[in-house]
């Protein structure tokens, strides 16, 4: 009942409380989310693939045991890490001899870790645990510090010099060719850069479907 009567951001919290646990980590990565991929696949696409991902991340997440922050973990070491972080961190760091996030990556610490109840990592704060191991080596205004990634300025690049080129790649041909996503639904992703909105779904659902128009392009 008080759905209706909460702003934007209210309303999704409110969503995701209501959402089977599983649901609710899907929809944290969902980049197409709140019926925006139903509006961008093709209907025959999607009649044949569409929920593909849910099925894979709803088998994924139910087979790991524990409580819902255990098997958030356990999902995240199975894909996040391997198919994402590792790619863009540690395989480019390595490139040019830099050690990154190889040393939390040793088996014994991650099988030490994974025995850790869940609210031991939910303690109080973000990476509670190891703030708390290295809270003798690291100045303080480090350790309280925000969290921070390491962010491309992606959002610059589209609204500047590669905005001819992400235009002309999301309306080529070899996009149109896979009979994946609509020309309605590319435009949406469009617009939604065009009004301002840079950072956040817009800028990643235009990263998506550049990667997929130069795959494409690949194909030919």
Same mark, same amino acid.
């Given at each position: !009942?008080?759905?209706?009567? @909460?702003?934007?951001? #209210?309303?999704?919290?409110?969503?995701?409380?209501?959402?089977?646990?599983?649901?609710?980590?899907?929809?944290?990565?969902?980049? *197409?989310?709140?019926? !925006?991929? %139903?509006? /961008?696949?093709?209907?025959?696409? $999607?009649?044949?693939?569409?929920? +593909?991902?849910?099925?894979?991340?709803?088998?994924?997440?139910?087979?790991?045991?524990?409580?819902?922050?255990?098997?958030?973990?356990?999902?995240? /070491?199975?894909?996040?890490?391997?198919?994402?972080?590792?790619?863009?961190?540690?395989?480019? %760091?390595?490139?040019?001899?830099?050690?990154? &996030?190889?040393?939390?990556?040793?088996?014994?610490?991650?099988?030490?870790? +994974?025995?850790?109840?869940?609210?031991?990592?939910?303690?109080?704060? &973000?990476? !509670?645990?190891?703030?708390?191991?290295?809270?003798? @080596? /690291?100045?303080?205004?480090?350790? $309280? #510090?925000?969290?921070? #990634?390491?962010?491309?300025?992606?959002?610059?690049? *589209?609204?500047?010099?590669?905005?001819? *080129?992400?235009?002309?790649?999301? &309306? %080529?041909?070899?996009?149109?060719?896979?009979?994946?996503?609509?020309?309605?639904?590319?435009?949406?992703?469009?617009?939604?850069? &065009?009004?301002?909105?840079?950072?956040?779904?817009?800028?990643?659902? +235009?990263?998506?479907?550049?990667?997929?128009?130069?795959? !494409?392009?690949?194909?030919?």
């Amino acid at each position: !009942a008080l759905r209706p009567l @909460l702003p934007g951001r #209210g309303r999704r919290a409110m969503a995701l409380v209501l959402m089977e646990p599983w649901r609710r980590y899907y929809e944290f990565y969902e980049c *197409f989310n709140g019926g !925006a991929r %139903s509006g /961008l696949l093709d209907p025959g696409f $999607a009649a044949r693939h569409g929920d +593909a991902p849910a099925r894979f991340l709803r088998d994924l997440y139910t087979s790991f045991p524990g409580e819902e922050p255990d098997r958030m973990l356990a999902v995240d /070491l199975a894909t996040w890490l391997p198919d994402d972080l590792n790619v863009k961190v540690d395989m480019t %760091s390595m490139a040019t001899a830099l050690e990154c &996030r190889a040393p939390l990556e040793d088996h014994r610490l991650v099988e030490w870790c +994974a025995r850790v109840p869940a609210r031991r990592h939910l303690a109080g704060r &973000r990476k !509670a645990l190891l703030a708390r191991a290295v809270e003798d @080596l /690291l100045p303080r205004e480090v350790l $309280a #510090g925000d969290k921070r #990634g390491f962010a491309a300025p992606v959002e610059h690049w *589209f609204r500047g010099d590669l905005e001819g *080129f992400l235009r002309s790649r999301l &309306r %080529s041909r070899a996009l149109a060719a896979l009979e994946v996503v609509t020309e309605e639904g590319v435009d949406r992703v469009l617009r939604g850069l &065009r009004k301002g909105l840079p950072t956040g779904r817009p800028r990643i659902q +235009a990263f998506l479907l550049l990667a997929l128009a130069i795959w !494409a392009e690949g194909l030919r």
